[in-house]
Structures are given as structure tokens and as C-alpha cells.
């Protein structure tokens, strides 16, 4: 079973949010061993670049070796629902314990990316890091179902 953890910037504030994440973590239960990892964010006041920078440290103290590290990242390689479950399968096979990382409202620090074995993008659209939490969920779910030929409809 994949060993997954998501390491993300920021606590959810949002009900709306904290409820799907929650319903996606529960479904995912029977696909991989899942662990949300939650780093402080810290405010971008006039100074966004210092903000990432300290996210970048909290982030990196949380990553293990061995270890396969992913950078959620808009300048990443673009994938499609079928890659990603590729991509996860890939992992299982690998059999490291994997790390996908959602940066704050900043981004993520360079040293962040430069410690990523892969940087993925999913989508050339902006979101909120906090619903990309949810969204990052659904997808690694669809991958599971896609990979194990279930149906998924909502």
C-alpha cells in the first residue's frame, strides 16, 4: 500500500473545505496509507519572499529519506488524470514513502523545488492553497479508481 503524505502550508479555515478534504481522506483509505502534514504559514506582510522562505524550512524539516518528494507546482510538467494515476502506480511500485507538497499563498522556495524528485502541474489555472488541498485529493483518488478499472461518478 502507497505511503502517502501531503505536506501543506497553512491550516483549513473553510468548513466547506474541512469537510471535503475529510470525505477524501476516509475514500482513500482503501488506496494508500494517507497523512495530511500541516506546516505553519507565515504572513506575506511586505516581505512575501522572507514568507516562503520560512515556509520553505518548515516544509523541508518534514520530509524523510528514502523518500520520492513532488512539488506542486504551476511551472511543474502538466499532467492529465490518466498520468497521475500512472504517476501513482509508479510510486507503488517504488515503494518509498511519497511526499507531495502544496506550497502557501507565496508559492514554494527554490530549496523546496530543488529537493523535489518530480514537480507536477495541474493546472495552468490559479487556486487558493487551501481548496487545492481538496482538489489534489479528488485527483489522487480518480487515479486510484482509474488504476484499479472502478467506476467513479459524482
Not at 492529465?80 to 510510486?91: G, K, P, Q
Not at 487556486?127 to 483518488?141: D, G, N
Amino acid at each position: 500500500m502507497l505511503h502517502l503524505n501531503i505536506v501543506a502550508v497553512g491550516r483549513i479555515k473553510e468548513d466547506y473545505l474541512r469537510k471535503g478534504i475529510a470525505e477524501y481522506q476516509k475514500r482513500l483509505q482503501a488506496y494508500a496509507k494517507l497523512q495530511i502534514i500541516e506546516v505553519p504559514d507565515f504572513p506575506l506582510g511586505r516581505d512575501p519572499a522572507w514568507a516562503k522562505l520560512e515556509e520553505g524550512k518548515k516544509i523541508i524539516a518534514t520530509l524523510k529519506t528514502p523518500s520520492f518528494v513532488t512539488a506542486c507546482d504551476p511551472q511543474g510538467r502538466v499532467i492529465t488524470s490518466e498520468d497521475l494515476a500512472r504517476w501513482l502506480a509508479a510510486r507503488e511500485r517504488e515503494g518509498k514513502t511519497v511526499y507531495l507538497v502544496i506550497g502557501g499563498a507565496a508559492g514554494l522556495d527554490s530549496e523546496v523545488i530543488a529537493r523535489a524528485d518530480d514537480r507536477l502541474s495541474f493546472s495552468a489555472l490559479t487556486f487558493p492553497h487551501q481548496l487545492f488541498r481538496l482538489l489534489l485529493l479528488e485527483q489522487i483518488y480518480r487515479g486510484f479508481k482509474i488504476l484499479r478499472g472502478e467506476p467513479y461518478h459524482l
